[in-house]
Structure formats: C-alpha cells, structure tokens
C-alpha cells in the first residue's frame, strides 16, 4: 500500500499499521522513491520502531542518475542500521537482489540495528525514555515495541492508549512529561516528534545523498 506515515489518520494508514502489529510479518520490503528521499524515509523510521526485520529499497535510482544525482546505499544502510538496495522497478533492475535480501534478512530475523532517533539529552529524548520506563510492562504484554507504543502515545493515539490499559497515575505522569517536552522546544507534541524524525534524517540520511 502507498502511505507516508503510520499515524492513523487515514485507512490505508490504520490497516497497515494494525497488520503490522496484530499479524508480526517475518519481514518488510519498504519501497521508496529515491527521487524524494527525506520526505520518504519518514515512515521508514517509524517502520524501524516497530522492530521487524526490514530492507529499504531506493526505487527510481535510474531517475536519480540521470539527474546526476547518487546515493551511497553502504552510508544509508549504516545511518539505518538496516539493509538497502538501489532498484528501478519499471526497468526490472535490481529486483532479484531485493528479493534475495529479503529472504535473508527475514529468514535469519535481522532486526533494524537502530530505533532511537532523538538527539541525546534533548527535551524529546528525555521525554521518549521517561515514557518508555512507564509503559515498557504494557507494552510488552501486548507484544509490541515499547519505543513504538511510546512514540504513539506522545502523539496522541487513543487506541494505542486503550491497548494498554494504563491507570490514572500512569497517564498523569506521561502527560506532565509530555507538556515538559512541549514547554521545553515550543512545539506541540506530533511537532516535537516530526522534528526529531526529520532533524535524523536530515543529520544522518543527508551525507548519503549527492544531489
């Protein structure tokens, strides 16, 4: 399916998402458009929250050659901590490599090597871990990562609230460390979170990309 981010706004976003974490595929291809890297890899982040093993593969790499563009995949692969590899599906290029990494990658349940993308002791980063302490047991009892849960709390999502059933002291906490972490940056809480995804892939995905 063709979304941009797993908050659940739209229905092809909450179908996704709900596969995702009712049915725990052994592995995900994450298509995206090379040709618009930093708006794409925004769901690729939350895709890596969620802990399945994953390989990115960069589409149109044609199209980006031939606007004397790169994109070193070995640089990406490392700022992402998971597998990529460059295609061009209308070509027919590189999809057997895709497929076989893929396989590998899902057989042998290589997990996304990096899940935390807020900058160390910053606002967002103090309020992430203190909420992650919060509901790590919820969490884990419903079997779904606690980084990804606490990144949909934050943001307001009631049925990720509903799923874990927290208790009154539990909601009050996390809400005063979010209305901190919004006091502290002067954005709103989906604000704050979009900014850390962006800033990571701007600081981390950038260096990769030639232009």
Do not use: W
């Given at each position: 399916?063709?979304?941009?981010?797993?908050?659940?706004?739209?229905?092809?976003?909450?179908?996704?998402?709900?596969?995702?974490?009712?049915?725990?595929?052994?592995?995900?291809?994450?298509?995206?458009?090379?040709?618009?890297?930093?708006?794409?890899?925004?769901?690729?982040?939350?895709?890596?929250?969620?802990?399945?093993?994953?390989?990115?593969?960069?589409?149109?790499?044609?199209?980006?050659?031939?606007?004397?563009?790169?994109?070193?995949?070995?640089?990406?692969?490392?700022?992402?901590?998971?597998?990529?590899?460059?295609?061009?599906?209308?070509?027919?290029?590189?999809?057997?490599?895709?497929?076989?990494?893929?396989?590998?990658?899902?057989?042998?349940?290589?997990?996304?090597?990096?899940?935390?993308?807020?900058?160390?002791?910053?606002?967002?980063?103090?309020?992430?871990?203190?909420?992650?302490?919060?509901?790590?047991?919820?969490?884990?009892?419903?079997?779904?990562?606690?980084?990804?849960?606490?990144?949909?709390?934050?943001?307001g999502d009631g049925e990720?609230?509903?799923?874990?059933?927290?208790?009154?002291?539990?909601?009050?906490?996390?809400?005063?460390?979010?209305?901190?972490?919004?006091?502290?940056?002067?954005?709103?809480?989906?604000?704050?979170?979009?900014?850390?995804?962006?800033?990571?892939?701007?600081?981390?995905?950038?260096?990769?990309?030639?232009?």
């Amino acid at each position: 399916s063709g979304i941009y981010s797993l908050s659940p706004y739209t229905s092809e976003e909450i179908v996704t998402r709900d596969f995702l974490i009712k049915e725990k595929p052994d592995g995900i291809i994450n298509i995206v458009d090379a040709t618009n890297i930093e708006r794409n890899l925004y769901l690729t982040l939350q895709l890596l929250e969620l802990k399945v093993p994953m390989v990115l593969a960069l589409n149109m790499m044609d199209e980006v050659r031939a606007n004397g563009g790169t994109i070193d995949v070995k640089k990406m692969s490392a700022a992402l901590g998971i597998p990529v590899v460059p295609i061009s599906a209308a070509k027919g290029e590189g999809v057997s490599e895709l497929i076989d990494q893929a396989v590998q990658t899902a057989r042998n349940k290589v997990l996304p090597k990096v899940t935390d993308f807020c900058a160390e002791g910053s606002p967002v980063h103090r309020c992430i871990h203190a909420v992650v302490h919060l509901i790590s047991d919820h969490a884990d009892r419903l079997g779904i990562p606690s980084r990804f849960c606490t990144a949909k709390l934050i943001e307001g999502d009631g049925e990720m609230l509903r799923r874990l059933e927290l208790d009154q002291n539990e909601l009050e906490l996390i809400e005063h460390s979010v209305l901190e972490m919004e006091h502290e940056t002067g954005f709103d809480r989906n604000e704050a979170l979009a900014n850390m995804r962006y800033t990571f892939i701007e600081n981390g995905v950038a260096e990769a990309v030639v232009k």
